[in-house]
T-cell receptor, first 110, second 112 residues
Framework: EDQVTQSPEALRLQEGESSSLNCSYT??????LFWYRQDPGKGPEFLFTLYSAGEEKEKERLKATLTKKESFLHITAPKPEDSATYLC???????????FGTGTRLAVRP | DAGVIQSPRHEVTEMGQEVTLRCKPISGHDYLFWYRQTMMRGLELLIY????????DSGMPEDRFSAKMPNASFSTLKIQPSEPRDSAVYFC??????????FGPGTRLTVL
């Protein structure tokens, strides 16, 4: 059974304090790993897709990386507006469904 | 460019009533997904369609839930009869060729 585990559950950072979020996955044949950002009261917003180990993608202060067992979302010099829940999801090679983790709630204090 | 549109945004109903949630996917997308999000269980896939055809409904909790997609620009999720444990936020998402999914703003359902 596909499994996605995110850690930590919650993270509080000071503005400018860089850190990383972890997404560990177990899936039979990865077709893609997806990162989303969700603000309170809104739907998840797509950030990145990673397809193979070693791949990296960046957007502003965020960088996502992928290995064969996990993905990291690195946040460099975060700002309060980066506060949100970050979700990761996997899609396996035999289907079109995404299996989501339970997310990391990030709070960045000014 | 409009994203995924859902209605209503909020729904409060009494136990036993029928509830219908609506979704308009992004034009040109051929996949549509219905999810339910709760604090306890996170984001769960209920059912998804490809080219208006239901492909996998294994996440539909029970027979009280049904979903239809009569055409490429409209889908409904119906709960009949509704129960308090159905209270959650329901999201619709669409994608092109099953890749990145784009989510709507959600419908917050409260069943009293």
């Amino acid at each position: 059974e596909d499994q996605v585990t995110q850690s930590p559950e919650a993270l509080r950072l000071q503005e400018g304090e860089s850190s990383s979020l972890n997404c560990s996955y177990t899936v039979s044949g990865l077709r893609g790993l997806f990162w989303y950002r969700q603000d309170p009261g809104k739907g998840p917003e797509f950030l990145f897709t990673l397809y193979s180990a070693g791949e990296e993608k960046e957007k502003e202060r965020l960088k996502a990386t992928l290995t064969k067992k996990e993905s990291f979302l690195h946040i460099t010099a975060p700002k309060p507006e980066d506060s949100a829940t970050y979700l990761c999801a996997v899609r396996k090679s035999s289907g079109d469904k995404l299996t989501f983790g339970t997310g990391t709630r990030l709070a960045v204090r000014p | 460019d409009a994203g995924v549109i859902q209605s209503p945004r909020h729904e409060v109903t009494e136990m036993g009533q029928e509830v219908t949630l609506r979704c308009k996917p992004i034009s040109g997308h051929d996949y549509l997904f219905w999810y339910r999000q709760t604090m306890m269980r996170g984001l769960e896939l209920l059912i998804y369609f490809n080219n208006n055809v239901p492909i996998d409904d294994s996440g539909m909790p029970e027979d009280r839930f049904s979903a239809k997609m009569p055409n490429a620009s409209f889908s409904t999720l119906k709960i009949q009869p509704s129960e308090p444990r159905d209270s959650a936020v329901y999201f619709c998402a669409s994608s092109n060729t099953g890749g990145e999914q784009f989510f709507g703003p959600g419908t917050r359902l409260t069943v009293l």
